[in-house]
């Protein structure tokens, strides 16, 4: 999802809240939900001035092809993250509970598949 | 290709030893062919090389739409019309997903159009030629459409996550394009003298803009070493220019339509068609603003640009008084 508020880019002229964003539509995600009972999946994002327009945009923009049988639409700026320094403290806690997978268990075979 | 004439800013290639932890980290992360996503750290030169050729393909999407929008009403029949209005508004989402994986770097969707608009970013060379007859919408499918695959398709591999999936997209919907381009030609080549004759051509006039699609030689793009161990280009432009002559050739055969190449010829050492260079110098020239099109193209975009604002302006008036209405109900 898109930052520039958060960003170091200074490559160009317009800052990001500078005159170039007065007119720029919000930032929405996208999430389409498929015929096939999985869940919603982000897609991409598209600029819409409110939540109904973003809706019909991403109608055109996403599923063209009939990706989809349901559209989410969330302001980018209503998302929050967990940024790629947590990942440590986040995911690493996961690694020494080796015993939430079944195959630390050994089963005889004798008991058949379980 | 979308994107041929990126300056990188990176000072030659470093190695391993010679970088900092942080950046040898991301070296060592794109080498076993891991992705880099927005939040993450990234060298200031992998930034900004891939806000350029991201926003430059995005832009060639989006001009790209001109030449052939200037066929959809004159289209021959109501399902050519149909065809033709689709390819078309796959190629504004095209301009789209990669607008939207360049945001990701911190750009904003207005800059980018701003530096369109003014001439300060490119796009593709190739959009500045004119589409003179219907058997023009054949040829541009078929060779255009085709070179961008041929670009597009190991650049799903890409190292920036949002670009590589905005890539799977884009090449998903592409061989539609190509497939109802080598459709246009083969009705024209199997059709009247006449439209035999335009089929023709359209591949005399399209044939060495598609080749100039990749790019300048190797051995004159600089540029290239550091983009491809960034994995944001990977293959050189020798090598895709001379998969599409390989690919093409043949299907120009069925078609039975003559290269406009004189010393094209198949070499049964090295397995591949030799084949005439593009005139670079017009190249050049068209890249600075000199093609037959340059300034009509970059016309309507402005045009449309400027007639749009009210539309823009409004449209965020209205969804803020909304708003604001809402709220003071609540
Ligand atoms: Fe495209
Ligand atoms: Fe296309």
Known sequence: ?114 | MYAQMIKSTGKGIKSLDEMDPEERAFQERIDAGGKIEPKDWMPDGYRKNLIRQIGQHAHSEIVGQLPEGNWITRAPTLERKAILLAKVQDEAGHGLYLYCAAETLGVTRDQMTRDLLSGKMKYSSIFNYPTLTWADMGAVGWLVDGAAIMNQVPLQRTSYGPYARAMVRICKEESFHQRQGFDIMMKMANGTAAQRKMAQDALNRFWFPALMMFGPSDKDSVHSAQSMAWKIKMNTNDELRQKFVDETVPQAEYLGLTIPDETLKFNEETGHYDFAEPDWEEFFQVLKGNGPCNTERLAARNKAWDEGRWVREGLLAHAEKKRSRKMAAE
Do not use: C
Request: hydrophobic share 35%; proline share 6%.
């Open chain 1, 1 to 114: 999802m898109s930052s520039p508020e958060s960003s170091e880019y200074d490559g160009t002229e317009a800052a990001p809240h500078g005159k170039a964003r007065s007119t720029e539509w919000p930032l929405w995600e996208i999430f389409i939900r498929g015929q096939h009972g999985l869940s919603h999946r982000h897609v991409g994002s598209l600029h819409a001035a409110d939540a109904e327009m973003a809706i019909k945009n991403a109608r055109d923009v996403y599923t063209r092809r009939n990706e989809g049988v349901s559209i989410w639409a969330v302001e980018a700026s209503a998302i929050a993250a967990s940024s790629p320094e947590e990942k440590g403290a986040l995911y690493e806690p996961a690694n020494d509970k080796v015993y939430r997978h079944p195959t630390f268990f050994d089963i005889p075979d004798e008991v058949g598949a379980m």
